[in-house]
């Protein structure tokens, strides 16, 4: 499986982003996919999941109301809609897949994408 995140880059606080994931080499109708973000000298964090087959959607207390996670059966593809960002968002952004039950706990991601970069001026 590979997982290819894009869509990073540089915007002013208040401002939106959308960031994409193409997962591709197999089929994973009953995994999870997530997004996680490592901001400098920081650990990862949690950002967002959704299921892939029941769509269900799972957010961080720090991002619900602003980002939205959403997917693309047809494409093989989750986005991350970005909204109202603020410079405490400023991070590189990771998309991962897993058979996973615990949807922060990124230990049970198996597949890991390389992560765009997301930085937000204040």
């Known amino acids: 499986v590979q997982l290819q995140a894009s869509g990073g880059g540089l915007v002013q606080a208040g401002g939106s982003l959308r960031l994409s994931c193409a997962a591709s080499?197999?089929?994973?109708?009953?995994?999870?996919m997530g997004w996680f973000r490592q901001a400098p000298e920081k650990e990862r964090q949690f950002v967002a999941a959704?299921?892939?087959?029941?769509?269900?959607?799972y957010y961080a207390d720090s991002v619900k109301g602003r980002f939205t996670i959403s997917r693309n059966n047809a494409k093989n593809t989750v986005y991350l809609q970005m909204n109202s960002l603020k410079p405490e968002d400023t991070a590189v952004y990771s998309c991962?897949?897993?058979?996973?039950?615990?949807?922060?706990?990124?230990?049970?991601?198996?597949?890991w994408g390389q992560g765009t970069l997301v930085t937000v001026s204040s």
């Open positions: 959704i299921s892939w087959r029941g769509g269900s959607t």
């Open positions: 991962a897949l897993g058979p996973v039950r615990v949807k922060s706990n990124q230990d049970e991601y198996v597949y």
């Open positions: 080499g197999r089929t994973f109708s009953t995994y999870t």
